[in-house]
């Protein structure tokens, strides 16, 4: 099965600090996205890749950026924390463009 | 504007009470419709995709089925464990790879 890792399962950060929330992906997907979800609101595309070093802008990317080196690995950023930004965040994996995704177990953010 | 809507935001059901749930969408094209279920603090979990409208796909007591306006998650029976919020998503045709969301119906099953 595939497996898509998050490095942190809570965080808690102060306002305007800086952030990288990690994901890794172990089956070679091309795919990759960020999500954040809020009660509410369901899930919202931050940001998604493609490719390596590739980069797409998804409904809400304002306040955050990506970074894909390696194929496997993709890191959301956020370049200076706000309290807006405390929220649920989930990273997905797909190959190629007719298939679902895997998520990741989500990390819970806090900016204090 | 792609859109995806799900009802009821929340259902209670007794054990045994068999139910539906609804997935509403609009898109310019429809490559995919998927079904997730996700438990509290964890990330969701794949059910199901669907292509075409007459298709219908099931998974012990889930049942899902499309047509071109709508999906629906049949719950046969359920248990218990089948309490969680269900997703449902679209995937549209054309270059896109991402999925819209809905917000999800919170579905507990009462013992």
């Known amino acids: 099965d595939v497996k898509v890792t998050q490095s942190s399962r809570y965080l808690v950060k102060r306002t305007g600090e800086k952030v990288f929330l990690e994901c890794v992906q172990d089956m070679d997907h091309e795919n990759m996205f960020w999500y954040r979800q809020d009660p509410g609101l369901g899930l919202r595309l931050i940001y998604f890749s493609y490719d390596v070093k590739m980069k797409e802008k998804g409904d809400i990317p304002e306040g955050y950026s990506v970074s894909r080196e390696k194929k496997e690995r993709f890191s959301l950023i956020l370049e200076s924390a706000s309290t807006n930004q405390t929220s649920m965040y989930l990273c997905?994996?797909?190959?190629?463009?007719?298939?679902?995704?895997?998520f990741g177990s989500g990390t819970r953010l806090t900016v204090v | 504007e792609d859109q995806v809507t799900q009802s009821p935001e929340a259902l209670r059901l007794q054990e045994g009470e068999s139910s539906s749930l609804n997935c509403s969408y609009t898109?310019?094209?429809?490559?995919?419709l998927f079904w997730y279920r996700q438990d509290p603090g964890k990330g969701p979990e794949f059910l199901f995709t669907?292509?075409?409208a007459g298709e219908e796909k099931e998974k012990e007591r889930l049942k899902a089925t499309l047509t071109k306006k709508e999906s629906f998650l049949h719950i046969t029976a359920p248990k218990p464990e089948d309490s969680a919020t269900y997703l449902c998503?679209?995937?549209?045709?054309?270059?896109?790879?991402?999925?819209?969301f809905g917000s999800g119906t919170q579905l507990t099953v009462l013992p």
């Open positions: 669907l292509y075409s």
């Open positions: 898109v310019s094209g429809l490559r995919g």
């Open positions: 997905a994996s797909s190959f190629a463009r007719v298939t679902g995704y895997t």
């Open positions: 998503a679209v995937q549209q045709t054309g270059s896109a790879r991402q999925l819209t």
